[in-house]
Structures are given as structure tokens and as C-alpha cells.
């Protein structure tokens, strides 16, 4: 058992505070945070431990989790070099880290932290809090195996975990977003109730639309190709709707927006 102490408590550490209980952790779980409102809220729902001085939070660190938002990385690291009293020994002892931070590569974290830090990358998705998460992870060559292995079954727990290289981390970040569903889910129940469904009725139509066909492909064995092709029958309603969609830039909008967000995360890199 590991001391994982996941440093910010936010949204994400929710996340992933709730999928790690529902998968049954066996690590210790510790959350700092400056907002003591923040700690008292996880703690109540979590039964985890918290600690508000960072000095105390990181004595008990095993891996630390960086879970603040990409443009406070700097801020946080100096904080904990100041906390341990010089920055080559940033976490108290060689120690691992793990940053959930978009768009801020391995190279700025090792400058940032020095040695004897073992920096990994992760990104979750909020999607872990009900066990159905998707992470990805990049680990840098002289990672030691068992760092490894942690890492993997830490984000395991609550969902698939796959290892990309790390020059196409932003690109993964924007496009699995979870965000493009909870938005594409809003958009069609807008339609629908413009064409005269009431709301319950139009979330539930748009929500089987979107989930429960996507559930379909990952659970099955046809091809995208496949079920498109035979949800969208030549001259019936699916074919109209989507060439509509398609006429009206929708292709090109998802483009544009993906572009949109990786440049977004390689400027918070420059933050």
C-alpha cells in the first residue's frame, strides 16, 4: 500500500476520489488543498484523510498527484520546493509524481521539481467517477517498472488506461474530452425540443442517440463503417440528418474546435 496524496481539490480529484472508492482502492488516500471548505466537503464524502499545510501533506507522500489547473504548476512546484526547503529534494525523498496537467510537458516538470522527483503524465477522465474512465498515460524511458505497474493499476481501477508517447498527448487530450458529449448531448436536445419534444423526452432520445450507439460499437464487433451505413438507409431520416449536418459544417466545426484545444494546451506549456 502506497500514500497517494493528491495535491488540489478539485473537480478532477473528485473524479477521481469517486472512482477510486467504487473500484475499492487499497492505498491511502490523503487530499491538500488550500480551501478549507474543499477539504472538509471531500473528506465528508470520502472518508479520506486531508491535510491543509503542504509541508505535513508532501512528509507523507509516497506518489503525488498534481491536480491543479496547467497555468498554477509553477506556482504549486515552488510552493513545494520552499515547503521542503531547497528543490532538489522537493518531495522530502525520491519520490513519485504524477501530472495530471494539460500541456505541461515532462522536460518544464523535471526543471521545475529537479531530482530525485520521477515525473509521470496522466490524463483522466471525469467519466472515472463511475468506473467507466479512460486514461491516458506517458512514462519517460528510465521510469523503473514498478513505478510502472502502479501507475497503471492506480488508473486501472477505474477504467482503461492506455500508454501513448507524450508528443501526442494534447492531441489526446482535446479529442477524448468528455466535454464533446455533455455538449453534443445539449445540442440535439435543443433540436428536439425545437421540433416539439418536451425536455425530459428530448435528453432521453439525444442521450440513447449518442451513448447507447457509441456502446454498441466499443461492446461489438461491426465496424463504424458498418453501423453507419445501416443506421442511415439511403433516402430514410438518419441520411437526411446527417447530410444536413454535414452541408452545414459540422465535420468542419469538430475540425476546427479540436485544433482549437490543442493549441490551447500547448500555450498553457508557455504559462
Same mark, same amino acid.
Given at each position: !500500500?502506497? #500514500?497517494?496524496?493528491?495535491?488540489?481539490?478539485?473537480?478532477?480529484?473528485?473524479?477521481?476520489?469517486?472512482?477510486?472508492?467504487?473500484?475499492?482502492?487499497?492505498?491511502?488516500?490523503?487530499?491538500?488543498?488550500?480551501?478549507?471548505?474543499?477539504?472538509?466537503?471531500?473528506?465528508?464524502?470520502?472518508?479520506?484523510?486531508?491535510?491543509?499545510?503542504?509541508?505535513?501533506?508532501?512528509?507523507?507522500?509516497?506518489?503525488? !498527484?498534481?491536480?491543479?489547473?496547467?497555468?498554477? %504548476?509553477?506556482?504549486?512546484?515552488?510552493?513545494?520546493?520552499?515547503?521542503?526547503?531547497?528543490?532538489?529534494?522537493?518531495?522530502?525523498?525520491?519520490?513519485?509524481?504524477?501530472?495530471?496537467?494539460?500541456?505541461?510537458?515532462?522536460?518544464?516538470?523535471?526543471?521545475? @521539481?529537479?531530482?530525485?522527483? $520521477? &515525473? %509521470?503524465?496522466?490524463?483522466?477522465?471525469?467519466?472515472?467517477?463511475?468506473?467507466?474512465?479512460?486514461t491516458a498515460v506517458t512514462f519517460p524511458r528510465t521510469?523503473?517498472? @514498478?513505478?510502472?505497474?502502479? %501507475?497503471?493499476?492506480?488508473?486501472?481501477?477505474?477504467?482503461?488506461?492506455?500508454?501513448?508517447?507524450?508528443?501526442?498527448?494534447?492531441?489526446?487530450?482535446? #479529442?477524448?474530452?468528455?466535454?464533446?458529449?455533455?455538449? +453534443?448531448?445539449?445540442?440535439?436536445? $435543443?433540436?428536439?425540443?425545437?421540433?416539439?419534444l418536451d425536455r425530459k423526452t428530448a435528453l432521453l432520445?439525444?442521450?440513447? @442517440?449518442?451513448?447507447?450507439?457509441?456502446? #454498441? &460499437?466499443?461492446?461489438?464487433?461491426?465496424?463504424?463503417?458498418?453501423?453507419?451505413?445501416?443506421?442511415?438507409?439511403?433516402?430514410?431520416?438518419?441520411? +437526411?440528418?446527417?447530410?444536413?449536418?454535414?452541408?452545414?459544417?459540422?465535420?468542419?466545426?469538430?475540425?476546427?474546435?479540436? +485544433?482549437?484545444?490543442?493549441?490551447? @494546451?500547448?500555450?498553457?506549456?508557455?504559462?
Amino acid at each position: !500500500m502506497r #500514500t497517494v496524496v493528491f495535491l488540489g481539490g478539485g473537480r478532477i480529484t473528485s473524479a477521481m476520489l469517486s472512482g477510486l472508492c467504487l473500484g475499492k482502492t487499497r492505498d491511502r488516500l490523503v487530499v491538500h488543498d488550500r480551501n478549507p471548505g474543499k477539504l472538509r466537503d471531500l473528506k465528508e464524502r470520502f472518508e479520506i484523510a486531508v491535510e491543509a499545510d503542504l509541508g505535513r501533506a508532501l512528509a507523507q507522500a509516497d506518489v503525488a !498527484m498534481v491536480a491543479v489547473r496547467p497555468s498554477s %504548476v509553477r506556482d504549486l512546484l515552488l510552493q513545494v520546493a520552499q515547503a521542503a526547503g531547497k528543490t532538489n529534494r522537493a518531495l522530502g525523498r525520491p519520490a513519485l509524481a504524477v501530472s495530471l496537467a494539460a500541456g505541461v510537458p515532462l522536460r518544464i516538470l523535471r526543471r521545475l @521539481a529537479g531530482p530525485p522527483v $520521477r &515525473w %509521470v503524465r496522466a490524463m483522466p477522465s471525469p467519466a472515472c467517477r463511475s468506473g467507466r474512465g479512460l486514461t491516458a498515460v506517458t512514462f519517460p524511458r528510465t521510469l523503473p517498472g @514498478a513505478d510502472r505497474k502502479f %501507475v497503471h493499476d492506480f488508473f486501472a481501477s477505474f477504467g482503461q488506461v492506455i500508454e501513448i508517447r507524450e508528443s501526442k498527448f494534447d492531441a489526446f487530450t482535446v #479529442t477524448f474530452s468528455c466535454s464533446h458529449g455533455y455538449h +453534443a448531448l445539449a445540442a440535439r436536445a $435543443r433540436a428536439g425540443q425545437e421540433a416539439g419534444l418536451d425536455r425530459k423526452t428530448a435528453l432521453l432520445a439525444s442521450a440513447h @442517440a449518442l451513448a447507447d450507439g457509441i456502446i #454498441t &460499437w466499443r461492446e461489438g464487433d461491426d465496424s463504424l463503417e458498418s453501423l453507419l451505413e445501416e443506421a442511415a438507409t439511403p433516402g430514410g431520416t438518419a441520411a +437526411a440528418t446527417m447530410a444536413a449536418m454535414d452541408a452545414a459544417g459540422y465535420e468542419r466545426a469538430v475540425r476546427r474546435g479540436v +485544433a482549437a484545444g490543442v493549441r490551447r @494546451a500547448r500555450a498553457n506549456a508557455g504559462k
